[in-house]
């Protein structure tokens, strides 16, 4: 029996027209898959050659051929839309290689034609012209920084020249060369005012630099001025900020006249700026005519205040205290009988040219009309332990708005910290009440020595030994702070030193021991003023004044004072009851009123205020008692 199989026709599915569809259609997906896998290894295949065909053809000499790869290569990514240049990153990695291919070649042939005196033979010739876009941009590039080059100094015209006379007359240089070339003479004009306009940018004198540029521009055109435009757009970006900064810190500190002249310029520099037409207007509203004055300058000089007057004149050994030192009223009130007196405070540096290390020169001073010149002086801030819980400050510290303050311990064992508890304090408030009492921001001198502290604060290892001999005198604990604690105290006296100079407060020494300097040996000069550089100069910065203690002044010409001299004191101060100064040989000297109890009572200051108006009434009591 034979047994046949025939498919069930109910069961089987008929091949539809949708299904076929769908074979034919992945079926097609996949050989087009297939043949672009094939073109994408075919098109890799042939890019991986163009290089070594590229250096084959430059090596060849064939330098049309290798022009033209760069060229099929360069067409091809430009053709490409931007949303698409993904599609072309080997293209462009192809590109950059050619370029830096030629570009070696290139550089090595500039370098030995700059510095061989190279004449480039005929093949290099060839490389060069033939090579059209791709060593014609180099080659001017190159020319374009030569004569930038010739202009700053780092390259000389006969050079210059050589190099244009070898490849200035190519095809694919010349029509830049040409004109170039024939600026060489104008540039060489031009060179001494672009470098000083350079070094004064380099040297962060932005104001200076950006004028003489401007100078440049008015007188100039082609390649110089092209050049002077792009840097001064340079120095203008970098130069804003930092100088509107500055300008800002003047005015909030009444350097009104400082800010006039810097913003004047700026208005120049930048004639559009509203900011700047604002704050110059700012500093204009608190200026006056200034004229030259040619009369005496009267300098004041004080010590730490008495502020706490009930326990000053209560205490052992008050009647010193009585003698030597001012009351923080006394002070006040002859602050404000010296603004009615039309005095105005003065930098004495203002008056004297010290830009020569080996010489001074007279400069005139000038202030406005009808006022005259005054600096104060105030010494001794160091807060010796002899003035301990007598009613003084004991330190000088920065108080919650920012402000210099004195802290001192009243009568009642209080910690005080006031702005009026110090003559420093006293002054920065008056001025801000009377911008007018200073002449452009200038506040005084302070006066240091490192003789226990500086500021109240031990600075330095060396000063615990004679800080702690004084507290024992005065039966006070002693004081042992750590390295540590010391680094400290420093920062603090750093923070505080900065501040007094960003508000116009100037520095000056009194000696590291306050030592009778007239009848001091040359060696113990110098082993006081070696201490006072080691150990106090590293907080105030450079100083150029030197405080006599107790106006014990040393002449001239003694050997002593051209020590002095010579490390950089070139402004002295003694003592004298009257207006006095005189210029030596490379230095500077002044006298200056000493403002205490003794001389309110034996000296004649009408000049300054009345004393009866002046003269603090707790004074009495205690000559009386």
């Known amino acids: 029996m034979s047994i046949s199989f025939e498919p069930d026709k109910k069961n089987r599915m008929p091949l539809t027209y949708g299904r076929r569809t769908i074979i034919y259609v992945c079926l097609i997906i996949l050989i087009l898959y297939t043949i672009s896998i094939g073109v994408i290894h075919n098109e890799n295949t042939r890019l991986s050659d ?53 570009d070696e070649r290139v550089r090595l042939i500039e370098h030995r034609i700059r510095n061989n005196r190279y004449m480039p033979v005929m093949d290099d010739r060839a490389f060069l012209e033939q090579m059209k876009e791709m060593t014609g941009a180099s080659l001017s590039t190159w020319l374009s920084e030569l004569a930038e080059e010739f202009l700053l ?34 540039i060489e004009i031009s060179r001494g005012d672009i470098q000083t306009a350079e070094n004064l940018f380099m040297d962060e004198e932005y104001i200076s630099a950006a004028i003489k540029y401007i100078s440049v521009l008015e ?42 002249a810097i913003l004047s310029d700026m208005a120049t520099i930048f004639p559009e700026d509203q900011r700047i037409q604002a704050k110059l207007l700012e500093a204009t509203t608190n200026t006056d005519l200034v004229t030259q004055y040619t009369g005496q300058i ?59 290390d080996t010489f001074l020169l007279d400069k005139n001073l000038m202030i406005p009309a009808d006022k005259k010149p005054l600096v104060i002086i105030v010494e001794n801030v160091n807060y010796t332990a002899y ?29 005080v910290v006031s702005r009026s508890a110090e003559a420093i304090g006293i002054v920065d408030a008056f001025v801000e009440s009377n911008p007018d009492f200073s002449f452009d921001g200038t506040k005084g001198v302070i006066s240091l020595t490192g003789y226990e502290t500086v500021f109240g604060y031990i600075t330095d290892a060396d000063q615990i030994d004679d800080r702690n001999s004084a507290l ?78 107790n106006g014990n002044f040393i002449k001239g010409s003694d050997m002593r004072c051209v020590y002095l001299k010579n490390l950089g004191f070139r402004i002295f101060f003694g003592v004298g009851s009257t207006a006095y100064r005189t210029f030596g040989d490379n230095y500077l000297y002044f006298d200056r009123a000493m403002m205490n ?10 000049r300054f205020f009345d004393v009866r108006e002046i003269y603090d009434e707790s004074r009495n009591k205690k000559l009386n008692a």
């Not at 190519?170 to 060369?177: I, L, R």
């Not at 001025?225 to 909030?252: F, G, N, Q, W």
């Open 219 to 260: 007188s100039t055109d082609g390649f110089v001025h092209a050049y002077a435009d792009r840097r001064l757009s340079d120095l203008k970006e970098v130069m804003y900020t930092p100088i509107m900064e500055e300008c800002d810190t003047l005015l909030d500190n009444y350097r009104y006249y400082s800010a006039e």
């Open 153 to 186: 100094g780092t390259i000389e015209k006969p050079t210059l020249h050589f190099i244009f006379e070898q490849i200035g007359d190519y095809s694919n240089v010349e029509s830049f060369a040409t004109p170039l070339q024939r600026e060489i003479d104008n």
């Open 597 to 606: 109890g003794d001389t309110l009572r034996n000296v004649n200051y009408s």
């Open 298 to 356: 009267e300098v004041i000089c004080v010590k730490p205040l008495i502020a706490d007057k009930e326990l000053a004149f209560s205490v052992s050994g008050s009647s010193t205290t009585e003698s030597f030192y001012l009351t923080t009223d006394e002070f006040r009130k002859i602050l404000q009988s010296l603004y009615e007196r039309d005095y105005i405070l003065i930098d004495a540096h203002s008056i004297v040219d010290m830009s020569n």
């Open 472 to 549: 024992t005198a005065m039966g006070l604990p002693q004081e042992n702070p750590s390295e540590e604690e010391i680094e400290q105290n420093r920062e603090k006296v750093t923070e505080l030193i900065q501040k007094l100079k960003d508000t116009g407060w100037v520095f000056a020494s009194s000696t590291y021991g306050f030592i009778n300097a007239n009848d001091s040996s040359l060696q113990v000069i110098q082993a006081d003023t070696e201490k006072w550089l080691n150990q106090v100069a590293p907080l105030t910065g450079e100083v150029d004044m030197l405080v006599y203690p």
């Open 387 to 415: 003035l301990n819980e007598k009613g003084f400050c004991t330190r000088l510290v920065i108080n919650d708005q920012g402000q210099v303050s004195g802290e001192y311990r009243n009568a009642a064992g209080q910690k």
């Open 50 to 102: 163009v290089i070594p065909q590229f250096r084959e053809a430059l090596d060849a000499r064939d330098y049309s051929a290798a022009l033209q790869m760069y060229r099929d290569i360069h067409a091809r990514i430009v053709e490409v839309p931007p949303e698409k240049s993904y599609s072309v990153e080997k293209e462009k990695q192809i590109l950059s290689d050619m370029e830096g291919i030629v």
